[in-house]
């Protein structure tokens, strides 16, 4: 018989740690990308909030918040939306992880394109409204939080007391 058949190999130490070493290496990496992934579904400042303009703010499917805000630059113009912004953040946070929750998107009222909706000495106007040419907001009462549902405004939320009721209850259901 021949005896290189008979022999048994042995598997070296050399070997053995090779491939602890991948397999460590592979763990690690999986590991790395899962944290990346979950981090990514956090918000992390009040500037990853996605902006509408005009008619876009009826153009979503669903039932979602719309954030009015006054913001020149990075300073928020109002004391009152410096306030609610980490508010937001964290709402931001909770509807990106909760797939059931109500999205939320912000409208910059000093932007260019929605400026026609906001008006000095006016009293706010945007329930029931279905198009960005009817809405009336009045600068004194922005920042604002409105829920739309149906591409109509259901609701508005003009006070800081009553926008960050409504978030909070929101996500504590």
Not at 20 to 37: E, Y
Not at 70 to 93: F, H, P, Q, R
């Amino acid at each position: 018989m021949n005896r290189k058949l008979s022999v048994k190999k042995q598997t070296s130490h050399k070997v053995i740690i090779f491939w602890s070493m991948i397999g460590f290496l592979t763990l690690v990496f999986i590991t790395a990308i899962i944290i990346l992934f979950i981090n990514s579904r956090s918000a992390r400042s009040f500037d990853d909030i996605r902006n509408l303009y005009e008619d876009e703010i009826f153009q979503k499917t669903g039932s979602y918040y719309v954030y009015v805000y006054s913001k020149i630059d990075e300073k928020a113009d109002l004391d009152k939306a410096e306030e609610l912004e980490e508010l937001i953040v964290t709402y931001m946070t909770y509807a990106k992880r909760n797939s059931d929750a109500q999205r939320i998107y912000g409208m910059n009222a000093d932007s260019y394109r929605n400026k026609s909706a906001v008006q000095e000495n006016a009293t706010t106007s945007v329930v029931n409204k279905t198009r960005f040419a009817d809405l009336v907001i009045g600068k004194e009462d922005i920042p604002i939080l409105m829920l739309i549902e149906n591409n109509r405004v259901k609701s508005v939320y003009k006070t800081e007391k009553e926008i960050r009721e409504v978030l909070e209850n929101a996500m504590n259901p």
